[in-house]
């Protein structure tokens, strides 16, 4: 069945550095990608997205480009801050539009 | 506008025991959705409603989970009887269609001692 892999955490970074975090896939046929975001105490929300192959989905200085030859869908951001602190999950929506998610990864910004 | 409101946001109970989780979707919004999240993993789709109707109950442990969605507005999943392996965060979902972004409520985080 449809996977999704993500790197584990916790990512520790300092404030301004620059910022990974990996996720891969496996589907059939061509699923959309999501990043949704946990930020402590808080719920699920949806960061960004992409509905096909090299589109780049961004919001708040993240960005992630559907990358179909590679199956991957990883999240950058430039320069990160300590509100950026939070866990990460990559998900895939299936033919069935269930979304299938990674295990997460935490992200620690340090000032 | 307000979003996804789930009650209570923690329980701690006996195994054993009955809980019962409430929750109220997005106004409008026709698809709800149940996961279950263990520690340090992603959610996991317990049950999808569209409007009052139960569409994908699959991964839905029947034996001992049970939901409802009267009128197709609030939900309230049980579990009868809690076991140990119950603990985890139990999150509430609504999106206006099924192809449409999921608003995640805070959530519910059960403990069965």
């Known amino acids: 069945g449809d996977s999704v892999t993500q790197m584990e955490g916790p990512v520790t970074l300092s404030e301004e550095a620059f910022l990974t975090i990996n996720c891969t896939y496996t589907?059939?046929?061509?699923?959309?990608l999501f990043w949704y975001v946990q930020y402590p105490g808080e719920g699920l929300q949806l960061l960004l997205k992409?509905?096909?192959a090299d589109d780049k989905g961004s919001n708040k200085g993240f960005e992630a480009t559907y990358r179909k030859e590679t199956t991957s869908f990883h999240l950058e951001k430039g320069s990160v801050q300590v509100s950026d602190s939070a866990v990460y999950f990559c998900a895939l929506r299936d033919s069935n539009y269930q979304l299938i998610w990674g295990a997460g990864t935490k992200l620690i910004i340090k000032p | 506008e307000a979003g996804v409101v789930q009650s209570p946001r923690y329980k701690i109970i006996e195994k054993k025991q009955p809980v019962a989780f409430w929750c109220n979707p997005i106004s409008g919004h026709n698809t709800l959705y149940w996961y279950r999240q263990n520690l340090g993993q992603g959610p996991e789709l317990l049950i999808r409603?569209?409007?009052?109707?139960?569409?994908?109950d699959s991964q839905l442990p029947k034996d001992r989970f049970s939901a409802e969605r009267l009128k197709g507005v609030d939900s309230t999943l049980k579990i009868q009887p809690a076991e140990l392996g119950d603990s985890a965060v139990y999150l509430c979902?609504?999106?206006?269609?099924?192809?449409?972004?999921?608003?995640f409520g805070p959530g519910t985080r059960l403990t069965v001692l």
């Open positions: 409603y569209e409007n009052e109707e139960a569409v994908d």
């Open positions: 979902a609504s999106s206006l269609e099924l192809d449409n972004e999921q608003f």
């Open positions: 589907a059939t046929g061509y699923p959309s």
């Open positions: 992409a509905t096909k």
